[in-house]
């Protein structure tokens, strides 16, 4: 056994590489980003024993799992709790056709979004897909987790969840890591037919996945990563789901009174849970991210005691990421003694790096639409959402990913125009093209910007899937050649491109405007790393 | 053994690398260790905080609770001051003093480095003149350290050998400035106490 410093998400990924992965895809997005960028630094991936790709989008890596895992191997897709949604497909109907290779989908949640449009808690996910759901309470668990998820998709032929929270895949511990183990061979399921969901094939494959569920419970119950306490005053007794574990740990000293259940994987187990109920006269419901567990726990009133706290009770805030202070303030003990925090300091939103090329773009926008007051700019996700605050303000609305094009198109449709769509290089991949194509085939009067910074700047800079094909692109979903423009978005270009810019929103249907400039931050890493060669 | 150190800043000023510097002198060690980051939108500029927790112990939390740091290390003041509250009564309090004005409503320096002075024991020092005198005007981040380094409880050689290890792929001259930055730092804050 070696030791390794490892964030929650490297320990994860060093997990599943030791446990014998062979397929990794993800599309990145914070707090998930590193478990792939961990699996695509090892020499397992280097060297093609592992594929480990950037996907285009998180369905587009699903389904791949899906397709590695239906060839016997061991896959995942890696993504952030958003992600789900646009994977939710994939995922909810491979938990109907089933693994064949262990399948994991890791999904990090943000709770108190960190850097995220909402706390959308992925249990839900797991519960919906009525799948298993591993949740590790730290490090050491985020490595062993993957080797016993493999196991057990393998063995129920279902994909596993694993959920992780901010906090601990953006903690580095010391983590014991083991040697590798081997790999699946490739190998074909021997009940093909499950994965083709016709109707009366689905039936069937989903009578087959609700008859396991007592099984699951069953895992759950036998599971090293839940355990009952049955010590101490049963005045309280206490659920502490994931790292809210370590949280009472930390505020009782690594002693608590009451007795304890730490629930590690879902669903819940039901015989441990009924002990605590039956057995204290209150309880305590700790968790990071939605009342999940609260609300199974709580069902609906008249019902007999003990009564349940938590976050539905306002015994922990109903929003935002749990914390060990929390946690302490829930069990009734005062605040530490401590210092009044300071009134004077304001807050320091992020913003865009000094002299980025999406700051060229927005300025000329500016411009562009200065007599236009009607005209509305429907933005997308990326470092350009930061052109939201001031001195840039320039954007209406950021929603979800790929919503730029679209509620441009439906808002233009309305009447609401000059309708301007903003959108990165990366985004219009992941989900603007689709949207792209909607628009000519309506002819919607929509002016879409994307901006091509050539990369993934948001995350990290990651490779952008349609580098240098955004054109083509657009012409083969059929926008006009005359109104696919590409500008450099620079200082000394703002004139020539405020008049292309205006020229194209006159235009009376869809046009494309490429503003195309690489990162700086990656331009910065890219020319540092040239001495040495080789591409990005 | 046990040390809680919140580690703050603003997005690009390097305090990843501080925290790293920390984590691998103390795995060095075969202390324990747990240390939260920020990573993504926030590192666009915007303020960015770590917890730093070692231990010859088993560490619970990922994150330190209020009013029991034994350290604040700070890249910028007005930052430091952002994190007070996590201050144990005693507890040190370590800052660069040049601002980082990227907002437009930057409140009045002179109080806040006046708040600051009011907690003791603390060490505001001026990184940008120590960086410079190492040879890079980039190695403020480990001048801070260094001023901080009589705090930690970790054995000076141990610190410097977690910086050889973060700087290891860098050019020789990179090292060397962060190593004298970090020196000029601890010389500084030994100076004044
Ligand atoms: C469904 C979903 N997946 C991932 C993310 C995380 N994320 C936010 S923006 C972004 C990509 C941004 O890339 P691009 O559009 O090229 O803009 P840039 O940041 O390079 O300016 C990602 C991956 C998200 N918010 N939602
Ligand atoms: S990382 Fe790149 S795209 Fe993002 S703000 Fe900085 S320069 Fe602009």
């Given at each position: 056994m070696a030791?390794?410093?490892?964030?929650?998400?490297?320990?994860?990924?060093?997990?599943?590489?030791?446990?014998?992965?062979?397929?990794?895809?993800?599309?990145?997005?914070?707090?998930?980003?590193?478990?792939?960028?961990?699996?695509?630094?090892?020499?397992?991936?280097?060297?093609?024993?592992?594929?480990?790709?950037?996907?285009?989008?998180?369905?587009?890596?699903?389904?791949?799992?899906?397709?590695?895992?239906?060839?016997?191997?061991?896959?995942?897709?890696s993504m952030k709790h958003v992600g789900l949604n646009v994977a939710a497909d994939p995922f909810v109907n491979a938990a109907i056709a089933g693994a064949h290779g262990g399948l994991l989908v890791n999904v990090a949640d943000d709770p108190s979004m960190h850097s995220s449009q909402n706390e959308q808690d992925s249990r839900l996910y797991a519960d919906l897909a009525l799948v298993p759901c591993l949740e590790p309470s730290d490090q050491q668990e985020a490595y062993a987790v993957p080797a016993y998820a493999f196991e057990l998709s393998e063995r129920h032929r279902v994909p596993v969840l694993i959920r992780l929270t901010t906090r601990l895949a953006h903690s580095r511990a010391t983590v014991e890591v083991g040697a590798r183990n081997p790999s699946n061979r490739l190998s074909v399921p021997e009940d093909p037919e499950r994965f083709i969901l016709l109707p009366a094939i689905a039936r069937r494959s989903y009578e087959r996945l609700v008859a396991r569920q007592?099984?699951?419970?069953?895992?759950?119950?036998?599971?090293?990563?839940?355990?009952?306490?049955?010590?101490?005053?049963?005045?309280?007794?206490?659920?502490?789901?994931?790292?809210?574990?370590?949280?009472?740990?930390?505020?009782?000293?690594?002693?608590?009174?009451?007795?304890?259940?730490k629930v590690g994987q879902y669903p819940l187990p039901e015989r441990m849970v009924r002990w605590l109920v039956e057995h204290c006269d209150r309880i305590l419901v700790l968790e990071d991210g939605y009342p999940f567990v609260e609300a199974k726990l709580s069902g609906l009133p008249p019902r007999s005691a003990p009564a349940i706290h938590g976050r539905l009770s306002g015994d922990v805030p109903r929003t935002g990421e749990l914390t060990p202070d929390l946690v302490a303030a829930a069990l009734g003990r005062g605040a530490l003694d401590r210092r009044a925090a300071s009134s004077v300091p304001a807050p320091r939103p992020p913003a865009?790096?000094?002299?980025?090329?999406?700051?060229?773009?927005?300025?000329?926008?500016?411009?562009?639409?200065?007599?236009?007051?009607?005209?509305?700019?429907?933005?997308?996700?990326?470092?350009?959402?930061?052109?939201?605050?001031?001195?840039?303000?320039?954007?209406?609305?950021?929603?979800?990913?790929?919503?730029?094009?679209?509620?441009?198109?439906?808002?233009?449709?309305?009447?609401?125009r000059p309708a301007v769509a903003l959108?990165?290089?990366?985004?219009?991949?992941?989900?603007?093209?689709?949207?792209?194509?909607?628009?000519?085939?309506?002819?919607?009067?929509?002016?879409?910007?994307?901006?091509?910074?050539?990369?993934?700047?948001?995350?990290?800079?990651?490779?952008?899937?349609?580098?240098?094909?955004?054109?083509?692109?657009?012409?083969?979903?059929?926008?006009?050649?005359?109104?696919?423009?590409?500008?450099?978005?620079?200082?000394?270009?703002?004139a020539k491109n405020v008049a292309v810019l205006d020229e194209e929103i006159r235009h009376p249907g869809p046009s494309v405007i490429i503003a195309q400039r690489e990162c700086i931050q990656t331009a910065r890493r890219a020319a540092r790393r040239a001495p040495s060669g080789g591409p990005r | 053994m046990k040390r809680d150190i919140i580690l703050a800043g603003v997005g690009g000023q390097g305090l990843l690398a501080v925290a790293a510097v920390l984590g691998e002198a103390v795995r060095s060690l075969g202390l324990r260790l747990k240390q939260a980051e920020v990573h993504g939108m926030a590192q666009r500029g915007g303020a960015v905080q770590s917890h730093v927790r070692f231990s010859d112990r088993p560490i619970y939390s990922d994150l330190v609770r209020e009013g029991t740091a034994d350290l604040v290390l700070a890249?910028?003041?007005?930052?430091?001051?952002?994190?007070?509250?996590?201050?144990?009564?005693?507890?040190?309090?370590?800052?660069?003093?040049?601002?980082?004005?990227?907002?437009?409503?930057?409140?009045?320096?002179?109080?806040?480095?006046?708040?600051?002075?009011?907690?003791?024991?603390?060490?505001?020092?001026?990184?940008?003149?120590?960086?410079?005198?190492?040879?890079?005007?980039?190695?403020?981040?480990?001048?801070?350290?260094?001023?901080?380094?009589?705090?930690?409880?970790?054995?000076?050689?141990?610190?410097?050998?977690?910086?050889?290890?973060?700087?290891?792929?860098?050019?020789?001259?990179?090292?060397?400035?962060?190593?004298?930055?970090?020196?000029?730092?601890?010389?500084?804050?030994?100076?004044?106490?």
């Open positions: 030791t390794q410093l490892l964030l929650g998400n490297e320990a994860l990924a060093q997990g599943a590489i030791d446990a014998g992965l062979s397929a990794a895809y993800a599309y990145p997005g914070t707090p998930s980003t590193e478990i792939t960028e961990h699996i695509l630094r090892s020499a397992e991936a280097r060297s093609g024993e592992i594929r480990c790709r950037w996907a285009v989008n998180e369905k587009t890596a699903l389904e791949a799992a899906l397709g590695a895992s239906y060839a016997g191997l061991r896959a995942m897709a007592p099984d699951f419970v069953r895992d759950s119950e036998e599971s090293p990563f839940n355990h009952l306490s049955q010590h101490g005053d049963r005045s309280l007794g206490i659920v502490a789901c994931g790292i809210a574990h370590n949280y009472l740990l930390e505020v009782t000293d690594g002693a608590p009174s009451h007795p304890i259940l865009l790096c000094p002299g980025c090329p999406h700051a060229d773009t927005c300025k000329a926008l500016h411009e562009a639409l200065a007599s236009q007051t009607s005209a509305r700019v429907f933005s997308d996700i990326g470092c350009y959402t930061l052109a939201a605050l001031p001195p840039l303000a320039i954007i209406d609305t950021c929603v979800e990913m790929g919503a730029s094009i679209t509620m441009a198109h439906g808002a233009s449709e309305a009447g609401l959108i990165g290089d990366s985004t219009f991949a992941h989900s603007g093209m689709t949207g792209l194509l909607d628009c000519v085939n309506a002819g919607a009067q929509i002016t879409v910007i994307i901006v091509d910074n050539l990369t993934v700047a948001m995350t990290g800079g990651q490779r952008s899937a349609a580098e240098n094909r955004l054109a083509s692109i657009c012409r083969g979903l059929g926008v006009e050649d005359a109104h696919i423009r590409v500008i450099e978005p620079h200082p000394r270009n703002h | 890249l910028e003041p007005m930052e430091a001051l952002r994190y007070i509250a996590y201050l144990r009564p005693d507890g040190v309090l370590v800052s660069d003093t040049r601002p980082v004005r990227n907002i437009p409503d930057y409140p009045d320096l002179a109080r806040i480095l006046a708040e600051l002075a009011a907690i003791s024991p603390h060490r505001l020092v001026d990184a940008a003149l120590l960086a410079e005198k190492a040879g890079s005007a980039q190695a403020t981040n480990l001048v801070v350290l260094g001023a901080a380094s009589p705090f930690l409880e970790l054995p000076e050689a141990a610190l410097v050998g977690g910086i050889r290890a973060v700087f290891a792929g860098k050019p020789d001259a990179v090292l060397a400035a962060n190593l004298r930055g970090f020196e000029l730092g601890a010389e500084w804050s030994r100076a004044v106490a």
